[in-house]
């Protein structure tokens, strides 16, 4: 992936906004460009259009909507900014996060009232760190149904959804404005089209096993469950035009996937009143502060594998999720009636998981307190029927990327923008600061939903700045 002089360029037509991208955050860009008046173009490399947007639960989280109001749930920007910021430790950027909070709710709004998406608010919990319920998502709760709805969209708005077109080099003046993107044909034919403007909407680096490995080493061994194509085109791209890249080491992982499956089981069974043991039967970190840190934590166990323990009672949220219906008709998920036959069908020594259990007990039902720093006393304890999975850590997606500001412009180190280039999802620094521990869940969508409406809206005031 290289930038080559403009010079070198030769295209028979140029188009006002190229988006490299046809996930949730090019999409969005795509339809918000089109609807400030202008004519857009969208590059896909697959032959179908699917990214780390369908491999996802396809949850957004956004402050102050209308699905909210009607639940009677009292949410806004400033509460998920303190959210968002709490979760970082405050080393996200405090611009982006009030950028992105602000923009979250219209957002959503927008996306059903004028594109027809059908979301619903997700009830019955509430992900770590998120102090409202504000996660926004298809009733399947399956990111697969979100891509199917943006792209049913973009057919609606007229947008023209190139795919098979893997995009291969960016041509660029001197002062990084770029003019064209060099594509490559699934026969191996290269065209080249020029543009006026250009949103990259590629995501990160999640499957460029040497990036990982610089950027993110301890993750550098785990299964990665992103999309393949998921390499680093974006941030390559942006620092040969002298853009800034920040939080590298920042990325979503997940620590509950279930083997051999690569789709992530809700945390919503741990959030209930469930939790984890290692093979020994043991507990060995409070499971509270993230899915995403997690991961670290459960491949750090005996055969990089844990085992969530919940009960029926846990159970009833996740199976409104597809991906966990899945799980148990492929018998994944392992039933038992009582502590010992839970060991025998996990196979985990039932001395030790027994004392687990008891301790559990005890702490929710405030007679000990939990070494490892989990309240367990807003939940009831747990009671058979019980579940079970066998599960490891997983890297899903990066969360670091090339700076950019509140309109979505991808900035230099100086904090200038360059001319013409935007920027969102994966292939932007997201709302996570520098490590797994900040991110917050949902963080993934919602940098490329609301960064791609933002994305979309500044690259049309430029080349439609009467719209």
């Known amino acids: 992936m290289s930038v080559r002089a403009a010079a070198e360029a030769a295209f028979e037509f140029t188009m006002p906004v190229v988006v490299i991208g046809a ?39 956004a402050a102050g909507t209308r699905l909210q109001a009607e639940k009677g749930i009292a949410d806004d920007p400033a509460l998920f900014a303190a959210d968002l910021a709490a979760k970082a430790k405050g080393r996200n950027d405090p611009a982006i996060v009030q950028a992105v909070a602000e923009a979250s ?21 509430t992900y770590p760190g998120h102090s409202r319920l504000r996660m926004h998502g298809p009733k399947s709760q399956t990111g697969a149904d979100i891509e199917a709805m943006l792209l049913a969209a ?17 041509f660029a003046a001197p002062d990084g404005r770029v003019t064209a993107v060099a594509i490559r044909r699934p026969d191996g034919a290269r065209e080249v089209i020029g543009c006026e403007t250009l ?29 393949a194509s998921n390499t680093g085109d974006a941030l390559a791209w942006g620092q040969a035009l002298g853009a800034e890249a920040a939080d590298l080491g920042s990325y979503q992982g997940h620590g509950s996937v279930p083997r051999p499956h690569s789709a992530p089981l809700t945390w919503a069974v741990i959030t209930l009143g469930g939790f984890q043991v290692n093979r020994d039967g043991h507990r060995f970190a409070n499971e509270m502060r ?11 166990q005996p055969g990089r594998i844990a085992f969530d323990i919940y009960d029926a009672r846990c159970e009833a949220a996740a199976l409104g999720f597809h991906d966990y ?26 001395a030790a998981l027994a004392a687990t259990m008891a301790e559990v007990e005890a702490c929710a039902a405030g007679r000990a307190t939990d070494p490892l720093g989990r309240d367990f006393r807003a939940a009831p304890p747990l009671a058979p029927p019980f579940r079970a999975a066998r599960i490891t850590g997983a890297l899903f997606h990066t969360q670091g990327g090339l700076a950019v500001d509140g309109e979505a412009r991808v900035l230099r180190p100086d904090g200038s923008p360059l001319p013409n280039l935007f920027a969102g999802g994966g292939a932007a620094r997201g709302l996570s600061g520098p490590a797994a521990w900040g991110y917050l869940s949902g963080n993934g969508l919602l940098s490329a939903v609301v960064l791609g409406r933002l994305a979309g809206v500044s690259a049309a005031r430029l080349v439609a700045p009467a719209a």
């Open 23 to 61: 996930g949730a955050c090019g999409l969005t860009a795509a339809l918000a460009a089109r609807e400030a008046g202008a004519e857009v173009l969208v590059l896909e490399r697959d032959p179908t259009p699917s990214g780390s947007t369908s491999l996802s639960a396809g949850l957004i989280p």
């Open 105 to 125: 709710g219209p957002a959503i709004d927008w996306l059903m009232e004028r594109h027809g998406l059908e979301l619903h608010l997700v009830e019955g919990f």
């Open 154 to 170: 973009a057919d609606r708005a007229g947008i023209d959804v190139m795919t098979g077109a893997s995009a291969e080099e960016l």
């Open 199 to 227: 949103v990259l909407a590629c995501n990160g680096f999640g499957g460029n096993a040497d990036l990982v490995r610089r950027h993110i080493p301890e993750m550098a061994d785990a299964e990665y469950c992103g999309h």
């Open 290 to 300: 993230g899915y995403s840190e997690h991961a670290e934590e459960v491949l750090r």
């Open 325 to 350: 219906r899945e799980f148990k008709r492929l018998g994944a998920i392992k039933e038992a009636d009582s502590v010992a036959d839970l060991a025998r069908v996990t196979g985990l020594p039932e």
